[in-house]
């Protein structure tokens, strides 16, 4: 068995410091020192056998004493006689640690970070004693981070948009390449009442903390030549900002909603119909539009566990939602165009029909075949216009 040597020992204090333990000790003041470092040595006979490499060994070891302290025990052998051997290794301070792995720089610029946040926000200390790794590495751009949680802090729900804030130092794209970060921050330091905390991850920062976000966008064409908004019929591809989307009251009795965009400028044309480009998994975009409650919505996906899940999605938004080709039918009509879903999920969905379900259950249990999937754009365009025709009539 290896004996420990004085890399093994840095390689101990190593680990420590990739814990972030160390610089954690700078923060909270809970010192982890004394800290006794396990020490793997020659048994008895070892010493009696290789007395010469013991003796090696001891040496080694007591060279570096100085950025560690070493514990004896004294062994009798009937040989050798009494000697003493080291029993354990004491690392009595945080700076005897630093010094052994050359982190006393390091440890500076940490304290620094430390003396700044006690003095501007010291809320913050607790994020560093938990995260002071990720403190070290945002060292050069903490000044500004603490410059940008002040301001927040005086401007609650600025209702401006980040390009808009005038802060020295800090431009808008410090502000948006750190807004990770920053959400951490600002959720420790602001008023509970200056937080949505329905918003959420890098996309919802604005409105989590009250700027301004550029709008979603919707874009629809309608389908049938007798309704237009603007200009001529073949104008009719629009996109409108969601507020002004949910002010319309289009005369129409069906919105198709589809996946793909080939298949959006393909759609065929349809009686009282629209059809909107769909944004996947993002649907909460339609919700301020009331008067698509009213309206019979039909949506188009591919037929796969996620196309599923976005369809079950929808309907959190839009309970009347119907799909639209998106059956067993179809899926069976098409073997010769089934793929593979790469990434297949089998998570609950409640807000299926029971056939969508029964599908939905045979796709994520491969009952069919292994990750299958029929991709929107693959189905028969004969059958699209035949669905539509039919749906549209109704």
Same mark, same amino acid.
């Given at each position: 068995?290896?004996?420990?040597?004085?890399?093994?020992?840095?390689?101990?204090?190593?680990?420590?410091?990739?814990?972030?333990?160390?610089?954690?000790?700078?923060?909270?003041?809970?010192?982890?020192?004394?800290?006794?470092?396990?020490?793997?040595?020659?048994?008895?006979?070892?010493?009696?056998?290789?007395?010469?490499?013991?003796?090696?060994?001891?040496?080694?070891?007591?060279?570096?004493?100085?950025?560690?302290?070493?514990?004896?025990?004294?062994?009798?052998?009937?040989?050798?006689?009494?000697?003493?051997?080291?029993?354990?290794?004491?690392?009595?301070?945080?700076?005897?640690?630093?010094?052994?792995?050359?982190?006393?720089?390091?440890?500076?610029?940490?304290?620094?970070?430390?003396?700044?946040?006690?003095?501007?926000?010291?809320?913050?200390?607790?994020?560093?004693?938990?995260?002071?790794?990720?403190?070290?590495?945002?060292?050069?751009?903490?000044?500004?981070?603490?410059?940008?949680?002040?301001?927040?802090?005086?401007?609650?729900?600025?209702?401006?948009?980040?390009?808009?804030?005038?802060?020295?130092?800090?431009?808008?794209?410090?502000?948006?390449?750190?807004?990770?970060?920053?959400?951490?921050? %600002? #959720? +420790? /330091?602001?008023?509970?009442?200056? !937080?949505? &905390?329905? @918003?959420?991850?890098?996309?919802? =920062?604005?409105?989590?903390?009250?700027?301004?976000?550029?709008?979603?966008?919707?874009?629809?064409?309608?389908?049938?030549?007798?309704?237009?908004?603007?200009?001529?019929?073949?104008?009719?591809?629009?996109?409108?900002?969601?507020?002004?989307?949910?002010? %319309? #009251? +289009? /005369?129409?009795?069906?919105?198709? !909603?589809? &996946?793909? @965009?080939?298949?959006?400028?393909? =759609?065929?044309?349809?009686?009282?119909?629209?059809?909107?480009?769909?944004?996947?998994?993002?649907?909460?975009?339609?919700?301020?539009?009331?008067?698509?409650?009213?309206?019979?919505?039909?949506?188009?996906?591919?037929?796969?566990?996620?196309?599923?899940?976005?369809?079950?999605?929808?309907?959190?938004?839009?309970?009347?939602?119907?799909?639209?080709?998106?059956?067993?039918?179809?899926?069976?009509?098409?073997?010769?165009?089934?793929?593979?879903?790469?990434?297949?999920?089998?998570?609950?969905?409640?807000?299926?029909?029971?056939?969508?379900?029964?599908?939905?259950?045979?796709?994520?249990?491969?009952?069919?075949?292994?990750?299958?999937?029929?991709?929107?754009?693959?189905?028969?365009?004969?059958?699209?216009?035949?669905?539509?025709?039919?749906?549209?009539?109704?």
């Amino acid at each position: 068995m290896k004996w420990t040597t004085p890399a093994d020992i840095r390689r101990q204090v190593q680990k420590l410091w990739d814990k972030g333990l160390l610089l954690a000790t700078l923060a909270d003041d809970e010192s982890i020192f004394p800290r006794r470092i396990p020490l793997k040595g020659p048994g008895s006979a070892e010493m009696a056998e290789r007395f010469a490499e013991v003796r090696s060994w001891i040496s080694d070891l007591d060279q570096h004493v100085g950025h560690y302290r070493l514990e004896w025990r004294t062994v009798n052998h009937r040989t050798l006689g009494a000697n003493s051997i080291p029993a354990a290794i004491w690392i009595d301070t945080l700076e005897d640690a630093l010094k052994l792995i050359g982190r006393q720089q390091d440890a500076n610029i940490f304290a620094g970070i430390i003396a700044m946040s006690r003095a501007a926000q010291p809320q913050l200390i607790t994020w560093l004693a938990k995260r002071p790794l990720r403190g070290l590495a945002l060292a050069d751009s903490w000044q500004h981070l603490l410059a940008v949680v002040a301001w927040l802090k005086a401007h609650p729900h600025p209702q401006i948009y980040l390009r808009q804030v005038d802060i020295p130092g800090v431009h808008s794209k410090f502000i948006e390449s750190h807004r990770g970060v920053l959400a951490e921050l %600002l #959720d +420790l /330091t602001l008023a509970p009442d200056a !937080i949505d &905390e329905r @918003e959420t991850g890098v996309a919802g =920062f604005c409105k989590r903390y009250g700027f301004l976000d550029k709008p979603s966008r919707i874009r629809f064409r309608l389908l049938d030549p007798s309704t237009t908004l603007i200009g001529r019929e073949n104008a009719q591809d629009i996109t409108l900002t969601d507020q002004a989307f949910s002010t %319309l #009251d +289009l /005369t129409v009795k069906h919105v198709f !909603i589809t &996946e793909n @965009e080939i298949n959006f400028l393909a =759609f065929p044309r349809a009686r009282n119909s629209m059809v909107i480009f769909g944004a996947g998994y993002g649907f909460a975009m339609l919700a301020e539009a009331h008067w698509l409650q009213s309206r019979k919505i039909h949506y188009w996906g591919d037929i796969d566990t996620h196309g599923f899940a976005i369809l079950d999605q929808l309907r959190a938004y839009l309970r009347q939602v119907s799909s639209f080709l998106m059956d067993k039918e179809t899926f069976l009509a098409h073997r010769e165009h089934w793929d593979r879903e790469p990434q297949p999920q089998a998570r609950e969905l409640t807000r299926l029909t029971s056939a969508e379900q029964e599908l939905y259950d045979e796709l994520c249990t491969n009952r069919l075949g292994t990750h299958l999937r029929l991709e929107q754009e693959r189905i028969r365009f004969n059958r699209v216009l035949d669905m539509a025709a039919k749906l549209s009539a109704q």
